[in-house]
């Protein structure tokens, strides 16, 4: 099985010239949930843009299931990190439905067809009745909903969500998660979930993507989020704190007081 | 006593006018609203004030100099993007000295006041049938370009960043938008006055959003269109029955139905989405 993303020495530069990333190889396999982190300003962003072929990476090559990524495609759906945007009073079907085939040029008619496709994706993410409030009326973790409903328009084998989990309570965390990983598992989609927490994740991660210091480590949970591997990914003393089924992460040295 | 309304070249001329001018105004002015880009839309005009008059100065019609400023200006805009477009200083500017030039070349021509007068508030009544065509025409090129941007435009302007990445040409998109606001606005400055043009292309598009945001996009433009109609009709008939002018009979009812639409649903602050980021 072809891998969902490989990166092979992919640099990412910012057109001011601002390196980001350098020297990344990874490969995601497909079907996989992968937590995306680091703190911010880590390339987050950056790396999910570089994914979508809105920048093209300066060395290196980047391919999405055996093809180059490019600008445009099918395969990959993307919900962006939040914007202060989206308090217009429009109903979350309207939303929803601009992105069927949203860059064909013309007019969107109500087509049935077209209202099959909205009411296929609110279904999968149990938003039907969501669908019809406005937009400025909804909560956060409501229109999160709507905002994952959208990127699944046109059936994508890939979703990069952007900190979905932003301003989300726990309980609304942990629902959101689960309805992502129940996607992952049902539909076989490969999801990398960016995200500044690790804990609400845990629980459905198969590996974890992190950012630091200019580089990147892919693997699993127990593999990367170690004292030893963040350390040197941060080029700074971390520590990494396991206790009761949770990861604290905390820059620091190793065998200063445990306090915190 | 309305028996004689039609009764008057100039006053069907004028009927005509203004149903060409808010059929266009009406979707238009729904999107720019969507896309929170009023005040970019109210600069457009003012700068349409520098064209018209600059146009009599050169004794060509103020129409082709108000049409031609407008759609120079909107391209420019749209080329220079959120750079220009989302500033509120930089528009206030471009807005202040349009109409301090518009002024100087007014200046010259003294014999032209009262053209002034119909530049900056509109001169519904004096639309001859030359105006009246070019009107049209501008309407009907105006909703065909519309029509053929829809989807990308409404996808572009709901979730900017995602309709990047689906592919759709962002900037070529918002240039031919601010051509289209263009267009429409150089249509209401004839019917309203340049100073006015908002009553006809944000009052009726936000009275629309409010009072049918749950009916959807479609349904939002054509109430929009109607309202535009409405008011714009409205006004004449008023305008012909008190002998006040037009002009201010249509801003009063355009002011009246967005207050009615406030009343509908009381109104809230706005609820600013978390995290906001700045562009990146
Ligand atoms: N358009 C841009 N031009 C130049 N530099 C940029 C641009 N966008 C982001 N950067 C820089 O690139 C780096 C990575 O930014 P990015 O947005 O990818 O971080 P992030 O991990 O998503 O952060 P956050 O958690 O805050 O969302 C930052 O240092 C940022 O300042
Ligand atoms: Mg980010």
Same mark, same amino acid.
């Given at each position: 099985m072809t891998d969902a993303v490989l990166f092979d020495g992919v640099r990412l530069e910012h %057109? @001011? @010239?601002? #390196? #980001? &990333? *350098? @020297?990344v190889d990874l490969r995601i396999p497909a079907g996989a949930f992968v937590g995306l982190l680091g703190a911010n300003g880590a390339g987050k962003t950056t790396l999910m843009r570089a994914i979508l072929g809105l920048l093209p990476p300066r060395a290196g090559s980047i391919a999405l299931f055996g093809r180059r990524a490019a600008r445009g495609s099918n395969l990959v759906g993307y919900m962006p990190q939040m914007r202060a945007a989206l308090s217009v009073s429009l109903s979350g079907r309207a939303l929803v439905s601009a992105a069927v085939n949203g860059r064909r040029w013309g007019t969107a008619l109500p087509v049935a067809s077209r209202r099959r496709e909205v009411d296929r994706v609110l279904e999968l993410v149990g938003a039907e009745a969501l669908a019809s409030r406005p937009l400025d009326e909804l909560s956060g973790g409501e229109r999160q909903r709507l905002l994952l409903a959208q990127c699944l328009i046109g059936d994508p084998r890939l979703l990069l969500l952007d900190? %979905? &989990?932003? *301003? &989300?309570?726990p309980s609304r965390q942990a629902e959101l998660v689960a309805l992502v990983r129940r996607l992952q598992r049902e539909h076989g989609i490969t999801v990398l979930f960016s995200a500044h927490e690790l804990n609400p994740l845990l629980g459905a991660l198969d590996q974890v993507l992190y950012l630091a210091g200019g580089h990147a480590a892919l693997g699993s949970v127990d593999s990367v989020v170690t004292s030893e591997t963040l350390s040197r990914l941060y080029g700074a003393p971390i520590e990494v704190i396991r206790s009761g089924g949770r990861i604290f992460v905390l820059p620091g040295a190793p065998g200063l007081e445990r306090a915190a | 006593m309305l028996s004689g309304l039609f009764s008057f070249g100039f006053m069907i001329n004028a009927f005509l006018a203004t149903t060409a001018v808010a059929l266009v105004a009406g979707p238009v002015g729904y999107v720019l609203v969507l896309r929170q880009q009023s005040f970019a839309g109210h600069a457009l005009s003012h700068v349409g004030f520098t064209g018209a008059t600059g146009a009599v100065l050169l004794g060509l019609p103020p129409l082709w100099g108000l049409v031609g400023m407008t759609l120079l200006a909107g391209l420019a805009m749209g080329l220079l993007g959120e750079r220009l477009a989302g500033r509120d200083v930089a528009i206030g500017l471009v807005l202040a000295l349009s109409l301090g030039l518009g002024l100087l070349f007014l200046h010259f021509f003294t014999a032209y006041a009262s053209q002034a007068t119909a530049l900056l508030f509109g001169n519904v009544f004096g639309v001859d049938r030359p105006t009246l065509l070019t009107l049209a025409g501008l309407g009907l090129v105006t909703l065909a370009g519309l029509a053929a941007i829809a989807r990308p435009l409404l996808f572009a302007s709901l979730q900017p960043e995602l309709a990047e990445a689906r592919g759709v040409p962002v900037r070529l998109v918002s240039v031919l938008f601010l051509g289209l606001v263009a267009l429409a606005t150089a249509g209401c400055a004839q019917i309203i006055g340049v100073l006015l043009v908002f009553t006809l292309m944000v009052a009726p598009a936000a009275t629309a959003q409010r009072l049918s945001g749950r009916l959807g996009i479609g349904v939002g433009m054509a109430l929009s269109a109607a309202l535009a109609l409405l008011q714009g009709w409205g006004g004449l008939v008023l305008a012909y029955e008190t002998d006040w002018p037009a002009s201010f009979w249509i801003t009063a009812l355009s002011g009246a139905c967005y207050g009615l639409a406030l009343l509908r649903r009381p109104f809230r602050s706005r609820r600013r989405g978390p995290d906001p980021l700045p562009a990146r």
């Open positions: %057109p @001011g @010239g601002r #390196v #980001v &990333l *350098s @020297g900190e %979905p &989990l932003n *301003s &989300l309570d | -």
